[in-house]
């Protein structure tokens, strides 16, 4: 009998999840915001999970997502891109430099805000690799819970602000990602990529990398375009809900988070998104002439935002994918190394 409520339970929020994540597309639709299948389902998520309404996203339907949502990604992938790939190392020292300013600067700055130990300051400004983070914070019983509201503000913020810059840049963004060449994957050649991206699946896990089940799917899916096997690119009735599902999983990140703790971390988060996105910029100019991309295409991968997000407004812009994949890559590689150096000196002084 429990387990029957529990599962009723279950199926309710995860049609409520539904119905708040079709809502918000359909009005960012309507009113012209960019990249309205992720910026609408985020903001109303969002707003739901502070005024404390129960949403959980299932992990295995966020999988399905992920894995959708990256062979979307890897079929935009083209020779060219591939072509690209000798000028990336000059770009990645200079998005390493920014990341280390970042967190060197971003400590200062909210050690002051949060009033907080130099520890806990570092792990709050961290540009990214939430998971990470966290497991430092807890095995050094640290208060977490604030660096994970920072953290939240930052990938939120970026999330809204960076495709609302797009537009006044005048960029266009779209709906969403479309097919390349202007045809679609048959079901045969939709269902053949994501048997082989879960197929991989395991593989990619023993890399460490973020986001495995993403990377799958990209790596699929740039295949399947660069061999022809399917030169297209995936269905839009498939990777367009795969995109709006990826914006209300940025909402969820705030459940159990209350308006109480949200006001109190907010001014540290706005400081922390301000210094990356100023950081990013600096440092994506500073790159764009080496690997002769615009601005824009280099600003998406250099921004410490999720992979999955700045992987789809990568792609929703014609951005390189395997350029801002292995950027963000790179980026949390670096924290994984530096991060725990910089602890270990705090706790040595």
């Given at each position: 009998m429990l387990l029957m409520m529990s599962s009723r339970s279950a199926m309710l929020r995860l049609l409520?999840?539904?119905?708040?994540?079709?809502?918000?597309?359909?009005?960012?639709?309507?009113?012209g915001m960019p990249i309205p299948l992720l910026t609408g389902p985020a903001i109303v998520t969002t707003i739901a999970s502070v005024s404390g309404i129960d949403l959980q996203f299932p992990m295995r339907v966020r999988d399905v997502i992920f894995l959708f949502a990256g062979i979307a990604i890897g079929a935009t992938i083209s020779p060219e891109s591939i072509?690209?790939?000798?000028?990336w190392p000059f770009a990645f020292a200079i998005l390493a430099i920014s990341v280390l300013v970042m967190i060197l600067v971003g400590q200062r700055l909210l050690q002051r805000i949060m009033r907080t130990d130099a520890r806990s300051a570092l792990l709050a400004a961290t540009p990214g690799h939430l998971s990470f983070v966290i497991a430092l914070g807890e095995d050094l019983k640290l208060?977490?819970?604030?660096?994970?509201?920072?953290?939240?503000?930052?990938?939120?913020s970026l999330t809204?602000?960076?495709?609302?810059?797009?537009?006044?840049?005048?960029?266009e963004t779209g709906v969403g990602i479309g097919p390349t060449q202007g045809t679609e994957m048959s079901l045969l050649q939709t269902a053949t990529c994501a048997v082989c991206a879960v197929a991989i699946v395991p593989i990619i896990k023993v890399t460490k990398l973020s986001a495995p089940v993403l990377m799958a799917g990209m790596v699929v899916g740039a295949v399947a375009r660069l061999t022809e096997f399917a030169p297209g690119g995936l269905s839009q009735w498939i990777a367009f809900p795969a995109l709006?599902?990826?914006g209300a999983l940025i909402g969820t990140r705030f459940a159990g988070i209350s308006i109480t703790q949200l006001r109190e971390s907010a001014v540290a988060g706005l400081v922390s998104t301000a210094l990356a996105a100023t950081l990013t910029l600096v440092a994506a100019w500073a790159a764009t002439g080496i690997v002769q991309m615009p601005l824009t295409h280099v600003f998406v991968a250099f921004a410490p935002g999720g992979l999955e997000?700045?992987?789809?407004?990568?792609?929703?812009?014609?951005?390189?994918?395997?350029?801002v994949a292995a950027a963000h890559a790179g980026r949390l590689l670096l924290l994984s190394v530096v991060i725990p150096i910089l602890i270990s000196r705090m706790q040595n002084f």
């Open positions: 409520l999840l539904v119905t708040l994540t079709v809502g918000g597309a359909v009005t960012a639709i309507g009113v072509a690209a790939l000798t000028r208060a977490t819970d604030k660096m994970a509201v920072v953290q939240s503000i930052r990938l939120l809204l602000l960076v495709p609302f810059a797009f537009k006044l840049s005048g960029v709006a599902a990826i997000t700045m992987a789809i407004m990568g792609a929703a812009i014609g951005a390189n994918p395997g350029f």
